[in-house]
């Protein structure tokens, strides 16, 4: 299995260029280094963030759902904590009693 590559925002705006130009991302793909899949991902994407597809999400909306999702766990791990904290300090002054298996 190879390593995900990150190409610069500049080249994948080229290679979608090239493709919208008549170039074939087979073609391409035998040019350059990206696979013809990864170039015609990148032209599907590119429309979606043009408004030309509606298939699926934008690269804003993605970015969007990213940072909401680490956010949510981040929440989440913060309401954890704070659960654990309050129950400590309520057994710690006694306002709740220890547990205990004498009832």
Same mark, same amino acid.
């Given at each position: 299995?190879?390593r @995900?590559?990150?190409? %610069? !925002? !500049? *080249? ?6 090239? #493709? /919208?130009?008549?170039r ?7 040019? *350059?280094? %990206?696979? !013809?899949q990864?170039?015609?991902?990148? #032209? ?9 597809r ?6 804003r =909306?993605r970015?969007? +759902?990213?940072? +909401? /999702?680490?956010?949510? @766990?981040? +929440?989440?791990? =913060?309401?954890?904590?704070? !659960?654990?904290?309050?129950?400590? *300090?309520? /057994?710690e002054?006694?306002?709740?009693? %220890? ?5």
């Open positions: 299995m190879g @995900k590559r990150s190409y %610069p !925002a !500049a *080249f994948r705006q080229q290679m979608v260029a090239l #493709v /919208r130009s008549g074939s991302a087979n073609d391409l793909a035998k040019e *350059f280094e %990206p696979t !013809a990864t170039i015609s991902a990148w #032209v599907r994407q590119a429309d979606r963030d043009e408004g030309r509606d298939d699926g999400l934008t690269s =909306e970015e969007e +759902l990213q940072r +909401l /999702r680490r956010e949510n @766990k981040r +929440l989440r791990q =913060e309401r954890e904590i704070l !659960a654990k904290a309050a129950a400590w *300090f309520a /057994r002054t006694e306002a709740i009693p %220890p547990k205990s298996s004498d009832i």
